[in-house]
């Protein structure tokens, strides 16, 4: 055994780290060598200063901050796992309930998000709310094809006044556009938010949904075949999952949208948030963008959160549609990692929408909001190539 | 204090039943019971700017999967296992700017002892100050295993679970560690003599 090995025994020895035998031979070892006794002596002498480092002491009670997060989530959150943070252990914890040493949560969702046991009423109520947001989600998306034929019809969409939505909408699906206002208009584009496997987990939540009022008011603008226009990450991915697009569309409650910097997003959000007082606006702040990064465009954005009843969400997403300059963006979903610290409040801005991110990633709408995210470059020069 | 693989206390027990039963209030007992130590603990591992975010993420994560949390150690080395997991993907998103000053500064207090005489205190307070400057000489691998070991007096076996690396690995890299915190220590105080 050459010598670092030898004192890694002592080192051991004084953690109390060996078998009974090996801890024998070390005694005698130490008993009889003045060097071994020396270095026990150091080591003792280090674990003692160790101990006596200062303490970081925490500034702020988080008591507060995270019940509060917590109860901003969702219900079912509680049964769901973060699956980026899913560690082996904790994935093998998941596959084996019976092992479970707490009393039985209401519902346990496992690694490939079965529910192990039946909803009860309220639960199944919960689950309502995400059959609303896919709705909405499935609005939207019609609106948002890549086709050029529903593009102009996006295009014309932007020329509809503000408060005309739900009427203006429906013929603005069949109107064709007038070609001036292809070439003047931005176009409409809706970005999904969740990775392919999570969309799975939303496919196999959602098949046992009920409808909602709002679910059938989407739902024939979803069997026209529009929605089925979207190229990926927009497609319905699944090919096994296409026969209906009201059942196979995923979860998608996180919206980008780029607005000219020119326009005051921030008021024009107050004043439909006013009109549409059930939802509520939260500026995030300004983030600076990583210029590295192949998100959007290297430009300073303004990040606004909306929250509030779907159903008054979706009239305010359709109020934005209207708003002339506001578009969807095209590119990838927002990721925090786009946002990188330079300043406190960008710091922030950052974790809200980190905490945003996953509450879209890993978990199912809250029963009594949709969440949004806007950007909005803050720099025309910088303003976002289209 | 000792930190060994062990079961939940019945207390936390109790705790965590309540919060299953959809009481997220109950949960807040647990964030009262280990903030400060998780705190603590994070900010000596990770830049202290982040570890209130961290740690405040690190018990928003272990809510969220409470239902899985099956017992087998205590609440809190499972909490530690979220908490390091969380920092450790913090880090690799926001990769750090902190210079070295500027860890030096955000340094924790050393808080006396109320048995403590004032000359006493600032001798240790001066000591302890050594071995956090001594700390920061050593890379990170090293220092995590003696803030591991010996702060949170966690035993090789939760170590080496959460490192992910085998507990033979953790006897030889703790020895390292120290004896390479003894030659940064001898260092800080040579400095101070020049």
Same mark, same amino acid.
């Given at each position: 055994?050459?010598?670092?090995?030898?004192?890694? %025994?002592?080192?051991?020895?004084?953690?109390?780290? %060996? +078998?009974?035998?090996?801890? &024998?031979?070390?005694?005698?070892?130490?008993?009889?060598?003045?060097?071994?006794?020396?270095?026990?002596?150091?080591?003792?002498? %280090?674990?003692?200063?160790?101990?006596?480092?200062?303490?970081?002491?925490?500034?702020?009670?988080?008591?507060?901050?995270?019940?509060?997060?917590? +109860?901003?989530?969702?219900?079912?959150?509680?049964?769901?796992?973060?699956?980026?943070?899913?560690?082996?252990?904790?994935?093998?914890?998941?596959?084996?309930?019976?092992?479970?040493?707490?009393?039985?949560?209401?519902?346990?969702?496992?690694?490939?998000?079965?529910?192990?046991?039946?909803?009860?009423?309220?639960?199944?109520?919960?689950?309502?709310?995400?059959?609303?947001?896919?709705?909405?989600?499935?609005? %939207?998306?019609?609106?948002?094809?890549? +086709?050029?034929?529903? &593009?102009?019809?996006?295009?014309?969409?932007? +020329?509809? /006044?503000?408060?005309?939505?739900?009427?203006?909408?429906?013929?603005?699906?069949?109107?064709?556009?007038?070609?001036?206002?292809?070439?003047?208009?931005?176009?409409?584009?809706?970005?999904?938010?969740?990775?392919?496997?999570?969309?799975?987990?939303?496919?196999?939540?959602?098949?046992?949904?009920? /409808?909602?009022?709002?679910?059938?008011?989407?739902?024939?603008?979803?069997?026209? /075949?529009?929605?089925?226009?979207?190229? &990926?990450?927009?497609?319905?991915?699944?090919?096994?999952?296409?026969?209906?697009?009201?059942?196979?569309?995923?979860?998608?409650?996180?919206?980008?949208?780029?607005?000219?910097?020119?326009?005051?997003?921030?008021?024009?959000?107050?004043?439909?948030?006013? &009109?549409?007082?059930?939802?509520?606006?939260?500026?995030?702040?300004?983030?600076?963008?990583?210029?590295?990064?192949?998100?959007?465009?290297?430009?300073?954005?303004?990040?606004?959160?909306?929250?509030?009843?779907?159903?008054?969400?979706?009239?305010?997403?359709?109020?934005?549609?209207?708003?002339? /300059?506001?578009?969807?963006?095209?590119?990838?979903?927002?990721?925090?990692?786009?946002?990188?610290?330079?300043?406190?409040?960008?710091?922030?801005?950052?974790?809200?929408?980190?905490?945003?991110?996953?509450?879209?990633?890993?978990?199912?709408?809250?029963?009594?909001?949709?969440?949004?995210?806007?950007?909005?470059?803050?720099?025309?020069?910088?303003?976002?190539?289209? | 204090?000792?930190?060994?693989?062990? #079961?939940?206390?019945?207390?936390?027990?109790? @705790?965590?039943?309540?919060?299953?039963?959809?009481?997220?209030?109950?949960?807040?007992?647990?964030?009262?019971?280990?903030?400060?130590?998780?705190?603590?603990? @994070?900010?000596?591992?990770?830049?202290?700017?982040?570890?209130?975010?961290?740690?405040?993420?690190?018990?928003?994560?272990?809510?969220?999967?409470?239902?899985?949390?099956?017992?087998?150690?205590?609440?809190?080395?499972?909490?530690?296992?979220?908490?390091?997991?969380?920092?450790?993907?913090?880090?690799?998103?926001?990769?750090?700017?902190?210079?070295?000053?500027?860890?030096?500064?955000?340094?924790?207090?050393?808080?006396?002892?109320?048995?403590?005489?004032?000359?006493?205190?600032?001798?240790?307070?001066?000591?302890?100050?050594?071995?956090?400057?001594?700390?920061?000489?050593?890379?990170?691998?090293?220092?995590?295993?003696? @803030?591991?070991?010996?702060?949170?007096?966690?035993?090789?076996?939760?170590?080496?679970?959460?490192?992910?690396?085998?507990?033979?690995?953790?006897? #030889?890299?703790?020895?390292?560690?120290?004896?390479?915190?003894?030659?940064?220590?001898?260092?800080?105080?040579?400095?101070?003599?020049?």
């Amino acid at each position: 055994m050459d010598e670092n090995k030898h004192e890694e %025994l002592i080192s051991a020895y004084l953690d109390g780290e %060996l +078998d009974a035998a090996e801890h &024998e031979r070390t005694a005698k070892w130490i008993e009889e060598d003045p060097r071994a006794q020396n270095l026990l002596q150091e080591l003792q002498g %280090l674990q003692a200063a160790m101990r006596e480092l200062p303490r970081h002491r925490l500034e702020n009670n988080l008591i507060q901050p995270v019940l509060e997060q917590i +109860d901003a989530q969702p219900a079912e959150a509680l049964y769901s796992m973060a699956a980026a943070d899913i560690q082996p252990e904790n994935i093998m914890y998941a596959t084996a309930p019976a092992q479970h040493a707490l009393s039985e949560p209401a519902a346990i969702v496992h690694a490939n998000f079965e529910l192990e046991k039946p909803l009860d009423h309220d639960r199944r109520r919960l689950y309502l709310w995400p059959a609303v947001a896919i709705a909405v989600a499935v609005l %939207l998306m019609v609106f948002s094809s890549r +086709d050029p034929v529903e &593009e102009d019809r996006s295009v014309a969409r932007s +020329d509809l /006044g503000v408060g005309q939505e739900s009427a203006a909408s429906q013929e603005a699906t069949t109107r064709p556009p007038s070609t001036a206002a292809i070439e003047s208009k931005p176009q409409f584009k809706l970005q999904s938010a969740e990775p392919r496997s999570q969309r799975r987990m939303s496919l196999e939540k959602t098949n046992d949904l009920a /409808g909602s009022s709002l679910a059938e008011r989407v739902a024939p603008a979803a069997e026209a /075949g529009e929605a089925s226009e979207f190229n &990926e990450p927009l497609a319905f991915a699944d090919q096994d999952s296409q026969a209906s697009a009201s059942e196979t569309t995923p979860l998608r409650t996180t919206y980008l949208f780029n607005a000219s910097p020119e326009i005051d997003i921030k008021s024009q959000l107050e004043t439909l948030s006013r &009109e549409s007082s059930e939802v509520k606006v939260i500026d995030l702040g300004t983030a600076p963008h990583d210029a590295s990064s192949s998100a959007v465009a290297a430009a300073d954005y303004r990040v606004f959160d909306l929250y509030g009843d779907p159903e008054a969400t979706y009239m305010m997403i359709e109020a934005l549609k209207n708003v002339s /300059g506001l578009t969807f963006s095209t590119r990838k979903r927002l990721r925090s990692d786009d946002f990188p610290i330079k300043s406190e409040k960008n710091k922030r801005a950052g974790t809200k929408i980190e905490r945003l991110e996953k509450n879209q990633v890993f978990a199912q709408p809250a029963p009594d909001c949709i969440r949004l995210i806007i950007i909005v470059p803050t720099s025309r020069s910088q303003s976002p190539k289209r | 204090m000792k930190e060994t693989i062990q #079961s939940v206390s019945q207390d936390d027990l109790e @705790i965590i039943k309540a919060t299953l039963n959809e009481s997220s209030q109950a949960f807040g007992e647990l964030v009262e019971k280990y903030q400060a130590r998780l705190y603590n603990s @994070i900010a000596h591992l990770f830049d202290p700017r982040d570890a209130e975010d961290i740690v405040q993420d690190a018990f928003v994560k272990a809510f969220q999967k409470l239902s899985i949390f099956r017992g087998t150690s205590s609440f809190y080395t499972w909490l530690y296992r979220i908490a390091f997991n969380t920092a450790v993907s913090y880090q690799r998103r926001h990769k750090p700017t902190t210079s070295l000053d500027q860890k030096k500064e955000t340094i924790g207090d050393y808080l006396p002892d109320k048995h403590d005489r004032p000359d006493e205190w600032l001798e240790k307070k001066e000591r302890a100050e050594k071995i956090q400057q001594a700390l920061h000489l050593l890379n990170e691998e090293h220092r995590t295993i003696l @803030i591991l070991r010996e702060y949170e007096e966690m035993s090789y076996e939760t170590i080496a679970e959460l490192l992910k690396v085998p507990v033979g690995t953790i006897r #030889s890299r703790l020895h390292r560690a120290r004896i390479c915190l003894k030659d940064a220590i001898n260092q800080v105080l040579h400095k101070d003599f020049e």
